[in-house]
C-alpha cells in the first residue's frame, strides 16, 4: 500500500516581499501574541487544494499541473494589499493579506488548473478564488478576540512580485504546525 501526500498548489512569494511583509506586520505579531503566526518561510498563496493524494500519483498531478501552466500567459504581476479575516462577521478564524494587480489573469490560469485537477478525479472547492497569503490563525480552543489592525501595511515596492509558475507543495503537519516542501515547479508556457 503507497503512502499518501497532503499537497496543493500555490504561488512562492520571493524573498524581498516576505521580509518586507514580516517587518509590516510585526507590530501586530506583538500585539497579538495569543494568535499562531504563520513563519514567514511558509508563506505562500494557496491555488487549488487536492488533500490527501497517493503518493503514486505525483508525477501524474505534476504533469497535468504543466499542461495547465502552459496555456497561462506569463508572466503576470501581483501585489499585497489590504487585509482581511474568515469568516468576515463573527469569530475570527484566519487572518490575511489579499493579493492585487493582475488577479484575473491569476484566477483564470487557476480555473484551468483546477479544471486539470478535476479530470484527475480530485474534489476541488469550486468557490471563487481569493487570492491571500494567511497570516496568522485564531487559536482552536479559548476565546477568540478580533485583532484590531489599524496600521497601514507598508511593503514599499517589495510588495510587487512577478509570478511566471506554479509550485507543487507538499504539507506535511507537525506539531509546531504545517511544514511546506516543494514538490514541482511548472513554469508557465506562454508570453
Not at 516581499?17 to 504563520?38: D, K, V
Not at 480530485?122 to 478576540?145: K, N
Request: contains cysteine.
Amino acid at each position: 500500500m503507497s503512502e499518501s501526500w497532503r499537497l496543493f498548489w500555490g504561488l512562492e512569494l520571493p524573498e524581498s516581499t516576505r521580509r518586507a511583509l514580516a517587518a509590516a506586520i510585526a507590530p501586530a505579531r506583538r500585539a497579538a501574541p495569543q494568535l499562531r503566526w504563520t513563519p514567514s518561510e511558509s508563506w505562500h498563496v494557496t491555488l487549488c487544494f487536492l488533500g490527501e493524494v497517493d503518493a503514486a500519483r505525483v508525477a501524474e498531478v505534476i504533469a497535468a499541473g504543466g499542461r495547465a501552466a502552459a496555456h497561462a500567459l506569463a508572466p503576470l504581476e501581483l501585489e499585497l494589499s489590504g487585509r482581511g479575516r474568515f469568516p468576515a462577521r463573527g469569530a475570527p478564524r484566519i487572518y490575511w493579506v489579499g493579493c492585487g494587480g493582475e488577479v484575473a489573469r491569476l484566477c483564470a490560469a487557476a480555473s484551468e488548473l483546477s479544471l486539470e485537477m478535476l479530470g484527475l478525479g480530485f474534489s476541488i472547492d469550486v468557490d471563487p478564488l481569493v487570492p491571500h497569503v494567511t497570516l496568522a490563525r485564531a487559536p482552536r480552543r479559548g476565546r477568540r478576540e478580533a485583532l484590531e489592525w489599524n496600521e497601514p501595511l507598508d511593503l514599499g515596492e517589495a510588495r510587487r512580485f512577478p509570478v511566471a509558475e506554479w509550485v507543487l507543495y507538499r504539507s506535511e503537519l507537525e506539531a509546531r504546525g504545517p511544514r511546506y516542501r516543494v514538490l514541482a515547479r511548472t513554469p508557465f508556457g506562454r508570453s
